[in-house]
């Protein structure tokens, strides 16, 4: 029973346009929500978070929205860049609930064409 | 900075073996978290500390054992193998329970054969 799903395994984007990762949770007590960016034989590297109090959140070329009635959250990637081709992790975490275990999904892998 | 360190990087282990993984990090971080990765399966919790000496169960916890003796250190424990125990496998650290980003070692891929 998977809490956090990232339904899209693989994505190519042309170089320069914009990339949107969803991801979708069954769990309406996550309240932090969070991307993070894995390289092959590299350990997962954070990119940017939200809370649920946030339905947006902005960080350079990175935006992450969160639709809370949905259970659905998007990162926004503008523009696409080659260094940007990498698996993206989204997870999710209970503050409110003291049970901050950081629960992932499995992954979207984004391509970037030249 | 070291960050999240984990030794080893890479082991081959025969079915039944033992061995223990050892992740260390210098941040001075309560939390500390044991992950495996498998194609298509994402990042899975095996154990999970919050503090020196507590240890708790995540999503996938049977096969492992795990201690945190000192704050720094998290040791994740194979007592006999098993091929499913086959996987890349990843520590992670983060400061508390109100700063829930992780920080991740560099990964240790283990084949049991």
């Known amino acids: 029973d998977q809490q956090v799903k990232q339904n899209s395994p693989s994505l190519s984007v042309q170089e320069g346009r914009i990339s949107i990762l969803n991801c979708d949770y069954t769990n309406s007590m996550f309240d932090y929500f969070l991307w993070y960016k894995k390289y092959p034989a590299e350990g997962p590297t954070f990119l940017i978070s939200?809370?649920?109090?946030?339905d947006k959140n902005e960080d350079g070329r990175f935006t992450v929205f969160l639709n809370k009635s949905a259970k659905h959250l998007s990162l926004h990637i503008v523009p696409s860049q080659p260094g940007d081709s990498a698996v993206y992790f989204c997870a999710a975490s209970k503050i409110r609930l003291r049970d901050d275990k950081i629960i992932f999904g499995k992954g979207t892998r984004l391509h970037i064409l030249p | 900075n070291a960050g999240v360190t984990q030794t080893p990087k890479f082991r081959v282990l025969k079915t039944g073996q033992s061995m223990t993984l050892l992740c260390a990090q210098d941040?001075?971080?309560?939390?500390m978290y044991w992950y495996r990765q498998d194609p298509g399966m994402g990042l899975r919790l095996i154990h999970y500390?919050?503090?020196?000496?507590?240890?708790a169960k995540g999503e996938v916890p049977d096969g492992y054992n795990v201690s945190r003796l000192k704050k720094q250190n998290f040791l994740l424990g194979l007592e006999s193998a098993a091929p499913s125990q086959t996987s890349v496998y990843f520590c992670a650290s983060s400061l508390a329970e109100w700063n829930t980003e992780a920080f991740f070692g560099q990964g240790t891929r283990l084949t049991v054969v």
């Open positions: 941040m001075n971080h309560e939390y």
């Open positions: 939200i809370s649920s109090i946030k």
């Open positions: 500390s919050v503090g020196e000496g507590t240890t």
